[in-house]
Nanobody, 122 residues
Framework: QVQLVESGGGLAQAGGFLRLSCAAS????????MGWYRQAPGKQRDLVAT???????NYADSVKGRFTISRDNSKNTVYLQMNSLKPEDTAVYYC????????????????WGQGTQVTVSS
């Protein structure tokens, strides 16, 4: 019904940058919040950044000042610009979105992408 597809992951050197994209498609009436999470091997999935429809953002302390989340509502797409990358940023990055598929829906349902690997070498 709703699909989220991430792109832009890959290998970067410490101090480098990558830009992730996540496009939502399918039966979409509206999207409220969109976000990025990451999961390193053997660890839980943690919040990286979120952005709501009005543009307010929230970041994990570990990425503040280095990562920037943005969205294009006309394209149902969220981006994550990652600068000054560190080896500890290595993880699978997942995007999510709170979606209403019908105007009559009472609440937003959270959908997840399949994840994209980010590897930062020292």
């Amino acid at each position: 019904q709703v699909q989220l597809v991430e792109s832009g992951g890959g290998l970067a050197q410490a101090g480098g940058f990558l830009r992730l994209s996540c496009a939502a498609s399918g039966t979409i009436f509206s999207i409220n919040a969109m976000g990025w999470y990451r999961q390193a091997p053997g660890k839980q999935r943690d919040l990286v950044a979120t952005i709501i429809i009005g543009g307010s953002t929230n970041y994990a302390d570990s990425v503040k000042g280095r990562f920037t989340i943005s969205r294009d509502n006309s394209k149902n797409t969220v981006y994550l610009q990652m600068n000054s990358l560190k080896p500890e940023d290595t993880a699978v990055y997942y995007c999510n979105a709170g979606v209403k598929t019908l105007p009559s829906a009472s609440s937003y349902y959270t959908y997840w992408g399949q994840g994209t690997q980010v590897t930062v070498s020292s």
